[in-house]
């Protein structure tokens, strides 16, 4: 069965100071693994799509990556506007069905 | 904004009462998709369909169901409802039915009392 698990499950942050989320993840066959940012009281907001081991994708202070087992939602110099919750999902080979992770909660004090 | 319609936003009932969730998806979306909620269990996947036709199910209890209309909304029925249903439905679209990359809707806040 597809698993997905994220860590830690808090983080707080000064502004400015760099860290990493990570999703790991196990599928029989993954078919994408994605990032979404959810606000309290709103729904996910789509932000990355990663394919294949080794690939990454950036979006101002926010930068995805991916291996075989894990993926790492990485932010630089973080503001008190990036404070939301994180999620990670897969999507498997074998169905239709997008699983998320229980997400990180993000937390920056400016 | 995402485009998803969501209604009603907040509905308050009693258990064992039934209530319908309603969706309009992204204009050009036939991927319709409804999620779960709650504090201790994180986003929950119940269904999906896709232009009309149910493709994959989640944890969806059988006092739930869903369909999804030729005009593509979609709706939840919820039916006897407990205490523990209470939690936060979601609904999702995308343009195909295979993607990852779904677009959320506000939600519908369900309190069962």
């Known amino acids: 069965e597809d698993q997905v698990t994220q860590s830690p499950e808090a983080l707080r942050l000064q502004e400015g100071e760099s860290s990493s989320l990570n999703c790991s993840y196990t599928?029989?066959?993954?078919?994408?693994l994605f990032w979404y940012r959810q606000d309290p009281g709103k729904g996910p907001e789509f932000l990355f799509t990663l394919y294949s081991a080794g690939e990454e994708k950036e979006k101002e202070r926010l930068k995805a990556t991916l291996t075989k087992k894990e993926s790492f939602l990485h932010i630089t110099a973080p503001k008190p506007e990036d404070s939301a919750t994180y999620l990670c999902a897969v999507r498997d080979t074998g169905g239709f069905k997008t699983i998320f992770g229980a997400g990180t909660r993000l937390f920056v004090k400016a | 904004d995402s485009g998803v319609t969501q209604t009603p936003k907040h509905l308050i009932t009693a258990t064992g009462q039934r209530v319908t969730l309603r969706c309009s998806p992204r204009s050009g979306d036939l991927s319709v998709y409804w999620y779960q909620q709650s504090l201790d269990q994180g986003l929950q996947f119940l269904i999906q369909y896709y232009n009309g036709e149910e493709r994959a199910k989640g944890n969806i209890l059988e006092r739930f169901s869903a369909q999804q209309f030729p005009d593509l909304h979609s709706e939840l029925n919820l039916s006897s409802l407990e205490l523990g249903d209470s939690a936060l439905y979601f609904c999702?679209?995308?343009?195909?039915?295979?993607?990852?990359?779904?677009?959320f809707g506000e939600g519908s806040r369900l309190t069962v009392l």
């Open positions: 999702a679209s995308g343009r195909t039915m295979d993607t990852g990359e779904l677009f």
């Open positions: 599928v029989s066959g993954l078919r994408g």
